[in-house]
């Protein structure tokens, strides 16, 4: 049987690992590179030569052991003074050194200024610049002149003359080929003048009074009545009609002419008395009847039957008339008739008639010395000669000094905070004892009380609660959820206003940005709020307010300078933050010192008229809305956020609202600084921090993790007095209670 030899072999990696010695002689194979060593029983395999190089000088195997594998014949012997495998480093080459291709370019310093000029996302335009202006460009006004933009048919560019013809139009005008009304345009009022008497038209109702009427109209006594219907030439000459006529002297003398003829007696006329020598016996007629019927004694009141002698105007000859039927007038107004003033029916009046119905039914000759037709006057009454009701009241002299001590428009509330104004900061005027107190008078709305000592003792005001600022500690994993729809919380607005107390206690672990977001409403390239401090580990260094449109534009981005050397860790500092953005305006003032913005190292943006908006259920307060990578690791205290409120913070009076050189007063929900509460305010202990005190109801936010007791204070708050209860005890500096009692029928107490 033919006999097999065969010789050491394994892998490269093996025989490096083992590094064994070979005898002399032996042979070791590598099976994955096909190589082998030869043993010399000394050396260890790492020391053995390939025997593919036994015929390699020292010199030579040292630099073929220099070679890479794959490495190509190259006359380079090293790069910058590095050999093996080169790894290309910062700075090798110059930009001047590189080569540029039909694809690839080396941007110049100009090209890069450009670059950096361009907003992310921006489109490729051959436009450099417009009017000068690079980066997001808005119009402005003068980018163009009228001349450079071009009509088209339903588009025109208005001239000078259309302009001023437009200006004299009033809005609404219509079309009207009338250019002018007596030398007038515009919305023309008419005037005295416009028209002549004789250039209006008269109607079938209408009538233009002519000289003589408006003469005639003067002579017509007021509330004249109208004059009856002039009598016609058939009813004189009949004298039958029962019914009134108006008569006119010529119309008296037709009728009297026809029904008493006789115009003198004897040639006598007025009131005749005939003697005797003035008719003679051809005058008398001799008729018997005549003389029986005749009666010479006088009748007052002639009664139907009797008979009235006349001369008859056919004949002139004597007749007789029956008394009862000659026309009558209207019989006299008897006493109780002029007494009661209320009969419908006509009747006679003598002038004493008259002057007597005056008496009983117009007593009154005169008002305040005036006649005629009378119309209320100053100083017709004294205040003394009106008589007071329930409802109406005369002011005294007193109660008018005290309204003109109140400002317009002033309500009870805002006369309280004016009196209670002085008096906030309570000090030793606590200690005062209540003996001589007058009145307590309690403004609901505030939870305020008002004590008002007797004589010339001071008043003293007495807040709810405690009105030192306090808050939680957010250790990075804890937070607080207001509902927008619970809480009212706005989805779009444009001004805000929000002030807080905030440390920061710790570095973030991470090592890289420091974010520590305090208010958040956040959605990735969407609708935004945000005000957070931003900085490279470990500390911040700048404060930012961010937002963004529900399309993702960003209306405000702006970061302040680097925070002053006292913004360290384990400090409280005031934050007043203020932003309108119809102005637009951004302001930010750290412990009541006004805050630049960063004016380099990014882009600020501040878009007027534009809207910040909210489309998340919650408002965060201590933390990112999606994250906790970014919650505060620190205390936030007395937060305070108003929408759709501004004020300068560059005035110091609307600094110290909040900020006094320590904490202040906001009242016992937050009312204080805008006279109304704000959307959020948050002025409690740990747990207690989540109740929104803003709201009547004090609806609570939603926790994550567990809020913690504050370590730290503001300084310069005082702790305020309480009212206990609704009794209302009052609290004394000296813990001493005082007990109040309502008085019955009225909003005021007394000292019990």
């Given at each position: 049987m033919p006999s097999r030899i065969q010789v050491r072999r394994d892998i490269a990696a093996n025989w490096t690992s083992a590094n064994p010695v070979l005898a002399s002689g032996e042979i070791g194979y590598e099976t994955d590179a096909k190589k082998c060593k030869f043993g010399d029983g000394v050396s260890v395999w790492a020391e053995l030569p390939y025997a593919v190089e036994a015929s390699f000088t020292l010199e030579e195997k040292a630099r073929l052991a220099s070679i890479e594998p794959g490495a190509q014949p190259n006359a380079v012997a090293s790069v910058y003074g590095r050999t093996g495998l080169v790894t290309a480093q910062t700075g090798d080459y110059t930009a001047d050194e590189i080569t540029e291709t039909a694809t690839r370019k080396v941007m110049t310093a100009d090209e890069r200024s450009k670059l950096a000029a361009?907003?992310?996302?921006?489109?490729?335009?051959?436009?450099?610049?417009?009017?000068?202006?690079?980066?997001?460009?808005?119009?402005?006004?003068?980018?163009?002149?009228?001349?450079?933009?071009?009509?088209?048919?339903?588009?025109?560019?208005?001239?000078?003359?259309?302009?001023?013809?437009?200006?004299?139009?009033?809005?609404?005008?219509?079309?009207?080929?009338?250019?002018?009304v007596h030398g007038r345009t515009g919305a023309v009022i008419a005037q005295t003048g416009d028209y002549t008497a004789d250039q209006i038209a008269e109607t079938a109702t209408r009538k233009v009074m002519t000289a003589d009427e408006r003469t005639k109209l003067t002579t017509v006594q007021m509330n004249a009545q109208s004059n009856p219907i002039r009598v016609s030439s058939a009813e004189k000459t009949a004298g039958t009609s029962a019914t009134v006529r108006g008569f006119a002297p010529v119309d008296v003398k037709d009728v009297v002419a026809v029904h008493a003829p006789v115009t003198s007696v004897a040639g006598k006329t007025g009131a005749v008395s005939l003697q005797k020598g003035d008719i003679g016996l051809g005058s008398v007629s001799n008729d018997a009847q005549v003389r029986a019927d005749l009666t010479y004694a006088t009748k007052v009141a002639p009664a139907a039957g009797d008979k009235l002698l006349i001369k008859d105007q056919s004949d002139g000859q004597p007749k007789l008339a029956d008394w009862a039927s000659l026309p009558t007038g209207p019989a006299p107004a008897t006493a109780a008739e002029k007494a009661a003033g209320v009969l419908a029916e006509l009747r006679s009046f003598s002038p004493l008639d008259i002057r007597e119905m005056v008496a009983v039914h117009a007593p009154v000759t005169s008002f305040n010395g005036r006649t005629g037709i009378l119309s209320p006057q100053n100083n017709d009454y004294t205040a003394d000669q009106i008589t007071e009701t329930t409802t109406r009241k005369m002011m005294t002299?007193?109660?008018?000094?005290?309204?003109?001590?109140?400002?317009?428009?002033?309500?009870?509330?805002?006369?309280?905070?004016?009196?209670?104004?002085?008096?906030?900061?309570?000090?030793?005027?606590?200690?005062?004892?209540?003996?001589?107190?007058k009145a307590v008078v309690l403004n609901p709305a505030h939870k305020q009380c008002v004590v008002k000592n007797g004589g010339s003792e001071p008043v003293v005001v007495v807040a709810p609660e405690g009105v030192t600022a306090t808050g939680t500690v957010l250790n990075g994993s804890n937070c607080v959820d207001f509902s927008r729809s619970v809480h009212g919380l706005p989805g779009s607005f444009q001004k805000f206003v929000c002030s807080f107390h905030a440390s920061v206690d710790q570095p973030r672990t991470d090592g890289t940005d420091h974010a520590q977001m305090i208010v958040s409403s956040f959605v990735a390239l969407g609708a935004t709020f945000e005000l957070a401090l931003l900085g490279v580990h470990p500390a911040p260094k700048v404060f930012q307010v961010f937002g963004r449109t529900a399309a993702g534009t960003v209306v405000v981005d702006h970061r302040s300078v680097d925070l002053p050397p006292s913004f360290t860790f384990g400090v409280l500092h005031h934050f007043l933050i203020a932003c309108d953005l119809t102005v637009p305006v951004v302001q930010l003032a750290i412990d009541g010192q006004v805050i630049a913005w960063r004016p380099i190292g990014y882009t600020p943006i501040l878009r007027q008229n534009e809207q910040i908006e909210m489309t998340t259920a919650n408002l965060r307060i201590g933390g990112r809305s999606t994250t906790s990578s970014v919650n505060h690791l620190g205390h936030v205290e007395q937060f305070f956020l108003a929408?759709?409120?501004?004020?300068?913070?560059?005035?110091?009076?609307?600094?110290?609202?909040?900020?006094?050189?320590?904490?202040?007063?906001?009242?016992?929900?937050?009312?204080?600084?805008?006279?109304?509460?704000?959307?959020?305010?948050?002025?409690?202990?740990?747990v207690d921090f989540r109740i929104n005190k803003a709201r009547a109801t004090n609806d609570p936010g939603t926790i994550t993790g567990t809020l913690g007791a504050p370590t730290l204070l503001p300084t310069g708050t005082s702790p305020a007095q309480t009212i206990e209860g609704l009794g209302p005890t009052y609290l004394l500096a000296a813990q001493t209670k005082q007990q109040f009692v309502k008085i019955a029928g009225s909003s005021r107490y007394e000292v019990l």
């Open positions: 361009m907003e992310p996302g921006a489109q490729v335009n051959i436009v450099t610049a417009v009017h000068g202006r690079t980066g997001a460009v808005i119009a402005q006004t003068g980018d163009y002149t009228a001349d450079q933009i071009a009509e088209t048919a339903t588009r025109k560019v208005m001239t000078a003359d259309e302009r001023g013809k437009l200006a004299a139009i009033e809005p609404g005008a219509q079309v009207n080929a009338v250019t002018a002299a007193e109660e008018r000094a005290k309204l003109a001590a109140i400002d317009a428009g002033a309500s009870a509330e805002q006369e309280l905070a004016e009196i209670a104004a002085p008096y906030s900061e309570l000090t030793a005027k606590l200690a005062k004892t209540l003996t001589g107190v929408f759709d409120r501004y004020l300068d913070i560059s005035v110091p009076n609307n600094v110290q609202k909040f900020w006094n050189g320590g904490a202040v007063n906001l009242g016992y929900n937050g009312w204080r600084p805008f006279g109304t509460p704000p959307a959020l305010f948050l002025n409690g202990s740990d």
